[in-house]
């Protein structure tokens, strides 16, 4: 999981393309490969999704929200494209890219990331943080084309400030008993 420090550094050292491809990634919780192979009539503009139509499970096959800036992003590729791939192969474009990984090899360097930091730490990322941000973990099991809750607990790392916050949640729930317990015996 990447720290906020991290992603901005990580960001100021990527190419303009992989650039693009992280935000995606780490705005939406897709796959590397869902993400190469998003196609410009699988986007909903109005709703601010995209449909995945890839997987090996049906849960893995579905649609995702998109945030305001990975919208933008995409209406601003989808402008440009030729063929039916938001991120085309340079030498077809009527077929996807299929890999970033030079790039993003030499951005981790660039960025002096610990490594290992593979471009699916991203989809980790996401999940940790839709966690923090209250997303619950069936829903975000949904977005991220999990068949199962276990599955989706493998890609939540809870920072240490998550475990103070939650103690302190505990605290005042402690509290909030005792509080309702003297009210009712005085």
């Not at 720290?3 to 897709?30: C, K, N």
């Not at 890609?155 to 240490?160: D, I």
Request: charged share 25%; proline share 5%; aromatic share 8%.
């Amino acid at each position: 999981v990447l720290s906020v420090e991290e992603e901005e550094l990580y960001f100021a050292s990527a190419s303009p393309l992989l650039g693009q491809i992280a935000r995606v990634i780490i705005d939406t919780g897709m796959r590397p490969d869902e993400v190469f192979r998003i196609e410009l009539s699988n986007i909903d503009f109005d709703r601010r999704t995209v449909f995945n139509p890839f997987g090996k499970t049906r849960a893995a096959r579905r649609t995702v929200p998109i945030t305001e800036e990975v919208c933008g992003l995409l209406k601003m590729r989808s402008s440009k494209v030729r063929g039916k791939y938001i991120f085309p192969s340079r030498h077809d474009p009527n077929q996807p890219i299929t890999s970033v990984r030079k790039g993003h090899d030499a951005a981790v360097a660039r960025a002096a990331i610990q490594e290992p930091f593979r471009l699916y730490d991203l989809r980790h990322t996401f999940a940790t943080r839709a966690v923090m941000a209250g997303v619950d973990l069936a829903t975000l099991g949904a977005i991220l084309g999990h068949a199962s809750i276990q599955m989706t607990m493998r890609y939540v790392h809870p920072a240490e400030e998550q475990k103070r916050l939650a103690g302190r949640k505990f605290e005042n729930f402690k509290i909030l008993i005792a509080l309702k317990s003297a009210k009712k015996a005085g």
